[in-house]
């Protein structure tokens, strides 16, 4: 069992960065890759961006790349993304999940535990 609690969102003006933190409860967290997702009024749950169990490997949307950053600390339990050049369209509320699976970390459906979400608002 995972329990996972989001924080670091917030308001932001276009151009700016927020760091979002997501903090991990279970002595098996540094086994399950992890990702996050992000989900805007009446509109689908996305894929953002996701780190494997070893931080060896990332994945990252094509509307984020080169903008966001995902990381981890298995010593602290820890998954972060950080969010630079934001723009108004990454306003969403902001979920991170840890999968067991091996691959697929694109879609939702392979995750297996959620966090409750932090909202990112960015004004123009």
């Known amino acids: 069992q995972v329990q996972l609690v989001e924080s670091g969102g917030g308001l932001v003006q276009a151009g700016g960065s927020l760091r979002l933190s997501c903090a991990a409860s279970?002595?098996?967290?540094?086994?399950?890759?992890m990702g996050w997702f992000r989900q805007a009024p009446g509109k689908e749950r996305e894929f953002v961006a996701a780190?494997?169990?070893?931080?060896?490997?990332?994945y990252y949307a094509d509307s984020v790349k080169g903008r966001f950053t995902i990381s981890r600390d298995n010593a602290k339990n820890m998954v972060y993304l950080q969010m630079n050049n934001l723009k108004p369209e990454d306003t969403a509320v902001y979920y991170c999940?840890?999968?067991?699976?091996?691959?697929?970390?694109?879609?939702?459906?392979?995750?297996?535990?959620w966090g409750q979400g932090t909202q990112v608002t960015v004004s123009s």
């Open positions: 780190i494997t169990w070893s931080g060896g490997h990332t």
């Open positions: 279970g002595r098996t967290f540094s086994s399950y890759a």
């Open positions: 999940a840890a999968t067991s699976a091996a691959y697929y970390y694109r879609n939702r459906a392979s995750y297996d535990y």
